[in-house]
């Protein structure tokens, strides 16, 4: 079993490309089993949601100070 230091490093590359197949049946299977790192899955495709919609044109109508704010909460997740 992986430890939860390296689940969560092969979750966010396998978020940027695809895994060999082994680290990715171990990474379903770390996040099946283990509640903390379910907490942390989670967050983790919040993060991403909220940055994609900052990308996004509907994000460009957010005031500076609200995207400073958010960059601040994504800073201290990660
Ligand atoms: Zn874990």
Do not use: N, W
């Not at 790192?37 to 996004?56: F, H, I």
């Amino acid at each position: 079993m992986m430890t939860c230091k390296e689940y969560s490093k092969l979750l966010s590359e396998s978020m940027e490309h695809q895994l060999p197949l082994g680290q990715r049946a171990a990474v379903f299977l770390h996040g099946a089993m283990c509640t903390p790192c379910k907490g942390y899955k989670r967050t983790l495709a919040m993060v991403r949601q909220v940055s994609r919609e900052l990308a996004d044109d509907e994000g460009a109508s957010l005031s500076e100070e609200a995207r400073e704010r958010i960059r601040k909460a994504l800073a201290d997740l990660t």
